[in-house]
C-alpha cells in the first residue's frame, strides 16, 4: 500500500487509533446520557447509523427527535424515506420541529435505499432516515459513501434480525421496546455494563459478537 494511499485510510472517521484518534464531527443527540457514550459526543456526521429496532413504531424516531429540531431550523431539509407511519406534524411541532423542513419520500422495493443515496449524495439535505427492506451489505456501504459525500446526518432503521449482518455503518445501536438503547464498545474499550437513565430510557455498552 502506498503512502497516500495509507493515508486516505487513516482519515476515515471509523479508523480507531487510540488516544490519539482525531476528533468526530457530531451533532449532539440532545440525550445528555446517550451523547456521554457515544463516540465523539453524538451523532456522527457525513456517516452512516444503523439503529436496529425489534419492531416499527417503539419510539425509534423519537430518538433522533432532538437532534432533527435543532437542525429543522436552519435551511436543509430533512427526508425521510419511505417510513412506516407517515409523521404527525403536531408531535413534531411538539418537539420543536418547524415542519416545512420535513420531507416524505415514498417509494417501493429498491428504490427505497436508492433514493436515500440520492438525498445523501446531494449535499442539499441536513439529515436523511430510511427504512430500507433487503438491503445488503454492499446498499448499506453506498448509503456510508453518500453520507460522507453529502456531509449529512444519516440513519437507517433496520430489524434486529439484522444484528449478525456485517455493517458498514460507523455507528449501529440496538433500541429496544422498552426504548433502552444499548451502545457498542468501542475497540480497545472494555464493555461497561451499567446503564445511565434519562427520561425513562436508559442506555448502556454492548460488546458486539
Keep these: 500500500m502506498s503512502v497516500v494511499a495509507l493515508q486516505q485510510v487513516l482519515r476515515d472517521p471509523r479508523i480507531w487509533r487510540g488516544p490519539q484518534t482525531a476528533t468526530i464531527a457530531t451533532v449532539a443527540s440532545g440525550h445528555a446520557a446517550l451523547d456521554d457514550v457515544l463516540p465523539g459526543g453524538g451523532w456522527p456526521l457525513g456517516s452512516l447509523s444503523e439503529?436496529?429496532?425489534?419492531?416499527?413504531?417503539?419510539?425509534?424516531?423519537?430518538?433522533?427527535?432532538?437532534?432533527?429540531?435543532?437542525?429543522?431550523?436552519?435551511?436543509?431539509?430533512?427526508?425521510?424515506?419511505?417510513?412506516?407511519?407517515?409523521?404527525?406534524?403536531?408531535a413534531l411541532a411538539q418537539a420543536g420541529m418547524r415542519s416545512g423542513r420535513v420531507h416524505v419520500v415514498q417509494t417501493q422495493g429498491k428504490d427505497a435505499w436508492w433514493a436515500a443515496e440520492q438525498c445523501l449524495s446531494s449535499a442539499a439535505c441536513a439529515a436523511v432516515l430510511c427504512w430500507p427492506v433487503n438491503i445488503d451489505e454492499r446498499g448499506l456501504r453506498r448509503l456510508q459513501l453518500a453520507a460522507e459525500a453529502g456531509h449529512c446526518l444519516a440513519f437507517a432503521f433496520r430489524n434486529q434480525r439484522m444484528a449478525a449482518q456485517s455493517s458498514p455503518a460507523s455507528l449501529r445501536l440496538r433500541m429496544q421496546p422498552d426504548r433502552r438503547v444499548e451502545v457498542p464498545a468501542r475497540v480497545g474499550q472494555e464493555?461497561?455494563?451499567?446503564?445511565?437513565?434519562?427520561a425513562r430510557r436508559s442506555f448502556t455498552h454492548y460488546s458486539d459478537p
Design 191 to 198: 464493555a461497561c455494563d451499567s446503564a445511565v437513565n434519562l
Design 51 to 90: 439503529i436496529l429496532i425489534e419492531a416499527d413504531g417503539h419510539g425509534e424516531l423519537g430518538l433522533l427527535l432532538p437532534a432533527l429540531a435543532r437542525l429543522s431550523e436552519g435551511e436543509r431539509p430533512i427526508v425521510l424515506v419511505d417510513p412506516p407511519y407517515l409523521p404527525y406534524p403536531v
